[in-house]
């Protein structure tokens, strides 16, 4: 268990988490990127970028 960086809800996480998955809060709707499993650390994740083509 960790708690939401956004909003500071805890967060059940499952016992297979993998660094670089992201996770939804339940509470805010905010995805969340692992950076680390021992201790589940979570950091709010990237926006993806249009390139419009380019």
Known sequence: M???V???AD???HD???V????????CGAELE???TEPPVLE???EL???WGE
Do not use: F, K, N, Q
């Not at 670089?20 to 509470?27: F, L, P, S």
């Open 44 to 46: 709010r994740a990237p």
């Open 34 to 36: 692992v950076i680390d």
């Open 20 to 27: 670089g998955e992201i996770v939804d809060c339940t509470t």
């Open 11 to 13: 967060l059940t996480l």
């Open 49 to 51: 970028e249009e390139d």
């Open 6 to 8: 956004e909003c500071g």
């Open 16 to 18: 297979d988490l993998e």
């Open 2 to 4: 960790t708690e939401c």
